[in-house]
C-alpha cells in the first residue's frame, strides 16, 4: 500500500490564489474563520467563481473543510504562502511609497500588480533596506507582527473629546479605493492626530476633528480605523 500522493504544495501560488490567500489570512487572523461569501463580496467576483477557486486551493492542500460556505481553514502550506504574500505586498508599499515617491493613495493597488512577481531574493533585500518593517504604510501589521498594533482600537470604541492619533486602516479599508481617497483627502492618516467630537448613533456616523476641520464617517467605517490614544491634556 503506498501513501496517498503530497498534494502540490511546493509550487507557487498563481497570482489568482495568492490574492485569495492573502484575503483569508486577514479574515482568519480578525474573525478565525473564512467565509466564502465574504470572499466575494472582497474580491469583487461572483460567489459561483468563489466557490470554483475554493474547490481547486482545497485539491491543491491551501485550504481545508468545505469549499461551499463557512469553516474553511488555512492548511500550514496555505498559512506559508499567504505570509509570503502579506510581506511581499507590505514590502512593495514601502518599496514605492518611500523610495519610488509613488502617491500613497496609489501603492496598496500598484502593490498588488508588483507583488507576485518578486522572488524570495529581491523580498529579503527590500525587507534590509527598509528595515524590516512591522506595519505596511496603512499600518496594517506584517505576519507575525500583529503584537505591534494590538494596543490600538477601533475608532467606534473612542469616547469623544479624546486626543488620538490615526494609527492603522485595516486591509479591508485600504482594499476600497474611494474610501482610501476620501480618508486621504480628509486627512484620516496614521500618524494624524484627531479627536471625536461627536457620536450620532441614530444616524451610525461620528464626525472628527482633524486638524481644525470636521469629517464624518459612518461607523462601519470607523471600526476599520484604529488609533492609539493619547494621555489626556494634549
Ligand atoms: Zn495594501
Ligand atoms: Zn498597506
Redesign the pocket.
Known sequence: MSPKPAAATNLRPTPTVEDYLLNMFVMERDHGEIVAARLAELLGVAPATVTMTLKRMQRDNWITGKSGGSGIHLTASGRAAADSVIRRH?LT?WLLVKILKVPYAQI?AEAHNIEHALSPQIEERLNDILGSPQV???G?PFPGCESATQAWIPLDKIAPGEPVIIRRIH?FA?NKQDLLDFLIANGVLPGAQVRVTEVLPFNQTLTLDVSGLPVTLGLQVARFIFVEELPEGL
Request: aromatic content about 0%.
Open positions: 507590505m508599499e496598496h505596511c504604510p496603512h496594517n486591509e485600504e
